[in-house]
């Protein structure tokens, strides 16, 4: 080794950029899997784009890596549109969901292979791995295969090989999926950590709520391939424009009425939406709805309580509404009766907010 590793190389080199998209579009045969898709990630910030599957994520994100080719729109970074590049005359490096390692190769060789095929000088490629190596914990493995390092290590491997390109934009593909519950929670601190502490623009895709609100700035919610919500995680939550997004961004109780004399009033198609864990369990006719507890579920730190809501009569089927109350130490066990405290209630129709500004999807807000 002819120089000691600097970890510095890669900070210094990385100067945050950033993304801008505008109409993109892709369509596989008769389906349109992404369609109308602006979003604009400022420079240095981490964006995830979270959705159930089948939402159009990694379309969208390969199309910003350029392996795959957009039907329309526009991908600008550093404000030059990239869309017709390919991906190794993009500033963008991406993270594979399977890493995607050479099994063959040592992690050094691994990590240095971008490198060489963009033919740099020996010893410019050694100081850059090697600084990387350094950056992401990894230099004592220089000369290991992947076989040989665990999960977490291969990780970092795939990321290190992804930060030595000095990319403008990072684009990470599920990176945590193939890591165990407890190593995805240390990995997305450390990866958050290293993105902020470089200050590289960074788009995330995940199907993994808790990823997305722990790890991001904002986060945008898509939908059948288009975006529902971008907002920063605390705002998605507290103040979710759609039901598709109070649903899918935490848990929510749905009651098919307005709430109202004790009972669930059908009205207008509105639903009434509150999270369990503003669902309070109290006297019985203290609160705003009466049930039956059917379950108490442990959870550990809280514990679940299932509750059958007393049947208005008025509900279209006649049967009993469900509905979750979450709660550190309830008090309250199968079959006793309880009243119900409902707190920040949300009201929906057709889908949309209706005691909220409209939806609407700002990019870059
Ligand atoms: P997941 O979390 O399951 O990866 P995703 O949100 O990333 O889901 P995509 O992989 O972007 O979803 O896929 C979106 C839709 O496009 C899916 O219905 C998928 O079957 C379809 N699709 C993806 N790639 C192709 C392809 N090459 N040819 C045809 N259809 C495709």
């Known amino acids: 080794m002819s120089r000691a590793p600097d970890p510095r190389v890669v900070t210094e ?20 899997v992404v369609a109308d898709f602006d979003l604009d990630v400022r420079p240095g910030e981490l964006v995830s784009l979270l959705g159930p599957s089948g939402c159009g994520k ?42 995607a390692l050479w099994p063959h190769m040592s992690v050094f060789k691994n990590v ?8 740099l000088p020996k010893a410019e490629i050694e100081r850059r791995v090697l600084g990387v190596l350094e950056l992401v914990d990894l230099a004592h493995h220089r000369d290991s295969r992947p076989a040989t390092i665990s999960g977490g290590e291969q990780q970092r491997a795939a990321l290190a090989r992804a930060l030595v390109q000095e990319p403008h934009v990072l684009l990470l593909d599920e990176p945590l999926s193939n890591l165990d519950s407890k190593l995805r ?37 898509m939908n059948d391939g288009r975006i529902e919500q971008f907002s920063a995680p605390d705002e998605l939550y507290d103040a979710p424009r759609t039901s598709f997004v109070a649903n899918f961004v935490g848990q929510l109780n749905t009651l098919p009425g307005v709430v109202t004399g004790g009972r669930v009033a059908p009205r207008d198609g509105i639903l009434t939406c509150v999270r ?7 006297a019985p006719g203290s609160g705003d709805l009466d049930g039956i507890v059917r379950r108490v579920v442990p959870r550990g730190a809280f514990q679940e309580v299932v509750i059958d809501l007393d049947s208005s009569g008025d509900e ?20 006793q009766r309880v009243g119900l405290r409902l707190e920040r209630p949300m009201s929906f129709r057709d889908g949309a907010r209706v005691d909220s500004p409209a939806p609407t999807h700002t990019p870059g807000r």
Do not use: W
């Not at 080719?69 to 993009?90: H, M, T, W």
């Not at 997305?188 to 808790?210: A, F, M, P, S, Y």
């Open 13 to 32: 080199a990385i100067t945050p950029k950033g993304l801008r998209i505008r109409g993109l579009r892709k369509v596989f045969g008769e389906k349109v």
């Open 58 to 99: 990694t379309t969208t994100l390969r199309m910003v890596a350029g392996f795959l080719a957009a039907d329309a729109g526009r991908i600008e970074i550093d404000g030059s549109d990239v869309v017709r590049l390919p991906p190794d005359r993009r500033p963008s490096a991406m993270v594979f969901q399977n890493y």
């Open 112 to 119: 240095a292979y971008p490198l060489k095929l963009r033919r």
């Open 185 to 221: 929670v240390k990995v997305r601190e450390d990866i958050r950590e290293l993105q902020q502490r470089l200050g590289i623009t960074t788009v995330l895709v995940t199907h993994d709520q808790d990823e997305a609100l722990s790890m991001s700035d904002r986060v945008a919610v």
């Open 276 to 282: 369990p864990e503003h669902t309070t369990c109290v």
């Open 316 to 335: 279209p089927t006649g049967g009993s509404t469900t509905v979750r109350s979450m709660a550190v130490r309830p008090d309250v066990s199968p079959g």
